[in-house]
């Protein structure tokens, strides 16, 4: 915060009260950044905000006004001490410092109305989700279950809890009939935004996903969420080789969800019919609806 510039002269009439500043520090509006909408940083904690001085008498240093300049005006504030001029031009020279008062308050009002609207904001747009502990119990998979009826008897899962986010991850191996390694994977993540809205990165990064990851296709989905993609692969070509991948992103408000299905497929795997991309979609949509709705409840 830099400090304000000493006025140039004296007033005509020098009343004894402090000299008025010729500028009020408050902070600009901040854009949104990487995770969300704009808020005003606090005064720096790097130490107290610059005070502001008036000259002192002639011949001395200029003397520092005590206070916070944010506060309500107080003995030091803007407002001119009582004094009745003797002199003919009296009026006009309190007409000079009202107009100049009438200044100041009307920017510490705008500072004011800053703060209320960027500062404290209106919270975060949660929505009534929550991020569980397992979310590999507090989800919906059971759209796979008839490709891959084997259950997954020890799924990881993973939970983050902090003041600005909150995040669950869940990791299901996907197995077949007969099959005693993972035929598939199911990969599950909500996250919830406290502080800032992902609202612009969610979206540039998924909108734009194939502009980074050559060979992937990406596509709008309606229906679920505030925005929702499809980014998907399929180099299987029909065949038991190659990968499938499918992505469901969903931004809800504030809270961000995925649910992602990949196979790798190879001569030494167990799996020689893998199911369709079709098929994988309905059921990663399918899923995702209900695993919304149990998280909001």
Same mark, same amino acid.
């Given at each position: 915060?830099?400090?304000?510039?000493?006025?140039?002269?004296?007033?005509?009439?020098?009343?004894?009260?402090?000299?008025?500043?010729?500028?009020?520090?408050?902070?600009n509006p901040?854009?949104?950044?990487?995770?969300?909408?704009?808020t005003?940083?606090?005064?720096?904690?790097?130490?107290?905000?610059?005070?502001?001085?008036?000259? $002192?008498?002639? *011949?001395?240093?200029?003397?520092?006004?005590?206070?916070?300049p944010?506060?309500p005006? *107080?003995?030091?504030?803007?407002?001119?001490? @009582?004094?009745?001029?003797?002199?003919?031009?009296?009026?006009?020279?309190?007409?000079?410092?009202?107009?100049a008062?009438?200044?100041?308050?009307?920017?510490?009002?705008?500072?004011v109305?800053?703060?209320?609207?960027?500062?404290?904001?209106?919270?975060?747009?949660?929505?009534?989700?929550?991020?569980?502990?397992?979310?590999?119990?507090?989800?919906?998979?059971?759209?796979?279950?008839?490709?891959?009826?084997? $259950?997954?008897?020890?799924?990881?899962?993973?939970?983050?809890?902090?003041?600005?986010?909150?995040?669950?991850?869940?990791?299901?191996?996907?197995?077949?009939?007969?099959?005693? #390694? @993972?035929?598939?994977?199911?990969?599950?993540?909500?996250?919830?935004?406290?502080?800032?809205?992902? *609202?612009?990165?969610?979206?540039?990064?998924?909108?734009?996903?194939?502009?980074?990851?050559?060979?992937?296709?990406?596509?709008?989905?309606?229906?679920? *969420?505030?925005?929702?993609?499809?980014?998907?692969?399929?180099?299987?070509?029909?065949?038991?080789?190659?990968?499938?991948?499918?992505?469901? @992103?969903?931004?809800?408000?504030?809270?961000?969800?995925?649910?992602? #299905?990949?196979? #790798?497929l190879?001569? #030494?795997?167990?799996?020689?019919?893998?199911?369709?991309?079709?098929?994988?979609?309905?059921?990663?949509k399918?899923?995702?609806?209900?695993?919304?709705?149990?998280?909001?409840?």
């Amino acid at each position: 915060m830099s400090t304000p510039r000493e006025p140039s002269q004296q007033p005509p009439h020098d009343t004894g009260a402090p000299a008025q500043p010729t500028a009020y520090p408050y902070p600009n509006p901040q854009s949104p950044g990487a995770s969300g909408p704009g808020t005003v940083p606090p005064p720096s904690p790097a130490g107290p905000p610059t005070l502001y001085s008036h000259p $002192a008498p002639t *011949g001395g240093p200029a003397q520092p006004l005590p206070g916070n300049p944010y506060a309500p005006p *107080g003995p030091y504030g803007p407002y001119p001490a @009582a004094h009745a001029s003797a002199s003919g031009t009296g009026g006009a020279g309190r007409a000079l410092l009202w107009a100049a008062v009438g200044a100041v308050a009307a920017s510490v009002l705008w500072a004011v109305g800053v703060f209320a609207l960027h500062g404290l904001g209106t919270g975060a747009d949660l929505r009534g989700y929550n991020a569980p502990a397992n979310l590999c119990t507090g989800s919906d998979h059971s759209s796979f279950n008839s490709e891959y009826p084997l $259950a997954d008897t020890s799924p990881t899962h993973s939970s983050l809890r902090d003041g600005v986010f909150d995040q669950s991850t869940c990791n299901i191996d996907l197995k077949k009939s007969g099959s005693t #390694y @993972a035929d598939a994977y199911l990969t599950i993540d909500v996250q919830l935004h406290k502080k800032t809205d992902p *609202g612009p990165e969610f979206t540039a990064a998924w909108k734009n996903y194939p502009d980074n990851h050559e060979g992937y296709d990406v596509d709008t989905v309606g229906g679920i *969420g505030d925005e929702a993609y499809l980014v998907s692969q399929d180099t299987t070509s029909g065949t038991s080789s190659g990968s499938l991948y499918a992505t469901l @992103a969903v931004r809800d408000g504030w809270v961000t969800y995925t649910m992602t #299905y990949s196979a #790798y497929l190879s001569s #030494y795997s167990n799996d020689k019919n893998p199911p369709q991309l079709d098929e994988v979609i309905a059921w990663l949509k399918s899923d995702t609806k209900s695993t919304l709705e149990e998280l909001r409840g």
